[in-house]
């Protein structure tokens, strides 16, 4: 099993939808978790961290499900500017850390 | 104000030579990485150093030597270039290790013809 997974996509929803991403992490004792968002051609900007009880920002929502060792991002209401790639990062013991291979959303009008 | 540049933005050269990219940020961070992301987009670590420190040394040829003069910069030496290492290169950096947030630098796009 890779240390993270995504599933790639793409996800093509409609404005106002509401769409939801899972990343799954092998290592039973990751303690941190983040989303990124990568915008074409662009670096990777930190969207949120994933905390044990869950975080909401705004129309982003993130949870963690350590018993089945995974984390989600839902975002309600899409908009067109929603459009990019998401990133999970999962931190191991040992200063190791993994990024996902991103999934990628598009938001159409 | 940038907080994480690179130098340069794009990079084309030939199979063979040898070059490098720069990175700085002004963040006061203390830990600063390379990443490269291929043309399938994976994001994949390749070093770290923390206090000027080696810290993440991952699986990467040893044609690639990061020097860190400081904790502002980490610069990327790449000798003997070859047709697979076209990528993006992102250099990032953060305040400890990775349990926080990582801020990256705008990417260096290199080709090797």
């Known amino acids: 099993r890779k240390e993270v997974e995504q599933d790639p996509g793409p996800f093509n929803v409609p404005e106002g939808a509401t769409v939801a991403f899972n990343c799954t992490y092998s290592?039973?004792?990751?303690?941190?978790f983040f989303w990124y968002r990568q915008d074409c051609r662009k670096e990777p900007k930190l969207l949120m961290s994933v905390y044990s009880s869950g975080n909401e920002d705004g129309r982003f929502t993130a949870q963690l499900n350590r018993a089945s060792q995974y984390i989600s991002l839902l975002i309600r209401d899409s908009k067109l500017s929603d459009s990019a790639t998401y990133l999970c990062?999962?931190?191991?013991?040992?200063?190791?850390?993994?990024f996902g291979t991103g999934t990628s959303l598009t938001v159409i009008p | 104000d940038t907080a994480v540049s690179q130098t340069p933005k794009y990079l084309v050269t030939q199979m063979g030579n040898d070059k490098s990219i720069k990175c700085e940020q002004n963040?006061?961070?203390?830990?600063m990485y390379w990443y490269k992301q291929d043309s399938k987009k994976f994001l994949k670590i390749m070093f770290s150093?923390?206090?000027?420190?080696?810290?993440i040394n991952e699986t990467v040829p040893n044609r690639f030597s990061p020097k860190s003069p400081d904790k502002a910069h980490l610069n990327l030496h790449i000798n003997s270039l070859e047709l697979g290492d076209s990528a993006v290169y992102f250099c990032?950096?953060?305040?400890?290790?990775?349990?926080?947030?990582?801020?990256f630098g705008p990417g260096t796009r290199l080709t090797v013809l």
């Open positions: 150093y923390n206090n000027k420190e080696l810290i």
């Open positions: 990032a950096s953060s305040q400890g290790l990775a349990w926080n947030t990582q801020y």
């Open positions: 990062v999962v931190n191991y013991p040992g200063n190791q850390f993994y």
């Open positions: 290592n039973s004792a990751s303690q941190s």
């Open positions: 963040l006061g961070h203390d830990t």
